[in-house]
């Protein structure tokens, strides 16, 4: 491709985009919410997010594309999918003087069923893994995860006390949101809660101090001024992780307001699988009790009358998802809160 000039700009060389689909595919199976990853051809590089191009002559619309390419490569047929936002940042691919296309890429949120993935991904390399694998701090579901006051904390605090003034550019000072997104206490003892949805800005906040892989690969000066890196989950390629981050942030807000979780569960199920779906997307260890009357008050569900003997013990009732309720109030989805 030839790079591009405009009548207005004649001066001016302007260097050629490409347009990129990017799928951050969730599973869940079991207690487990999975991601499919896909790695080099050769075995070398780094698991990543499967992509592909956008062909604007072949598909009318990018969903279309993205479905089209995602079945062709892995033989998935995707449920859900939700356009999550176009990241386009110069150097997401991490190549020092590279000036050949930019690519620009149109990230997705998708949702398929462990049920509907029997047969394998098509693409060698290509296999879905679990997403805490990734962002090991994010899952609070049995406790807090001891990395985040051994590793993390103590490594963002050294960090913050560098710069006790707000950033260029930044309301909030390093301290102000080392607190807010970690759910740590200030200087008086107050404390703010963790919130699962900020898993953006966590991971954002980490590769600011330097503390995470990609950091150092895209040669942040906080990364190199380290002299060793914690082990804080998988890296992934390119901003693959970011992608990655944006849909699990984007997927728990969406629990609390749109029946999305049912994308992932077979027709019928028990309401011991809704429970541990939901705590696998939220990370959160959520009361039996409480959980089964938010769902019965709502009135998300209906029984089947039908038993389930796959329960391990006594035969559970099985419910399926209640369509009826789509219609009934605009934003059906299960508020939950966990414990802390």
Do not use: C
């Amino acid at each position: 491709m030839s790079a591009i000039q405009t009548p207005a700009m004649t001066d001016k060389v302007l260097t050629p985009i490409e347009i990129g689909l990017t799928a951050a595919i969730v599973s869940v199976d079991g207690n487990e919410p999975s991601i499919l990853t896909a790695s080099g051809a050769d075995g070398g590089e780094l698991e990543g997010l499967p992509f592909g191009p956008f062909d604007a002559v072949a598909h009318r619309t990018m969903e279309i594309g993205l479905r089209s390419w995602v079945e062709e490569q892995t033989g998935l047929r995707l449920g859900y999918v939700e356009q999550l936002y176009t990241f386009g940042d110069r150097g997401r691919h991490a190549q020092r003087g590279d000036t050949d296309v930019h690519v620009a890429s149109v990230g997705y949120l998708a949702l398929t069923r462990a049920a509907d993935n029997t047969s394998k991904p098509q693409v060698a390399g290509a296999t879905f893994k679990p997403w805490y694998r990734y962002f090991p701090w994010e899952d609070w579901r049995d406790a807090p995860p001891p990395m985040i006051a051994k590793e993390i904390l103590p490594a963002l605090e050294t960090w913050a006390a560098q710069s006790e003034k707000p950033d260029a550019g930044r309301a909030l000072s390093r301290r102000d949101r080392v607190r807010l997104y970690f759910g740590t206490n200030d200087s008086s003892g107050d404390g703010a809660p963790w919130d699962e949805e900020r898993v953006l800005d966590r991971y954002e906040l980490l590769y600011e101090a330097g503390l995470i892989e990609e950091a150092r690969r895209d040669e942040r000066p906080a990364a190199l001024a380290r002299k060793t890196m914690p082990a804080l989950g998988a890296p992934m390629r390119f901003d693959h992780r970011r992608i990655l981050a944006t849909a699990i942030a984007r997927l728990r807000a969406k629990l609390k307001y749109r029946p999305v979780v049912f994308e992932l569960l077979p027709p019928d199920f028990t309401l011991t699988e809704l429970q541990r779906t939901v705590e696998a997307i939220s990370g959160r260890h959520l009361h039996k009790q409480n959980f089964r009357r938010l769902v019965e008050t709502g009135a998300l569900v209906e029984p089947t009358g039908e038993m389930s003997t796959q329960t391990g013990g006594r035969p559970a009732a099985l419910f399926r998802f209640r369509r009826e309720v789509l219609q009934e109030r605009p934003a059906p989805g299960l508020r939950v809160r966990g414990r802390r």
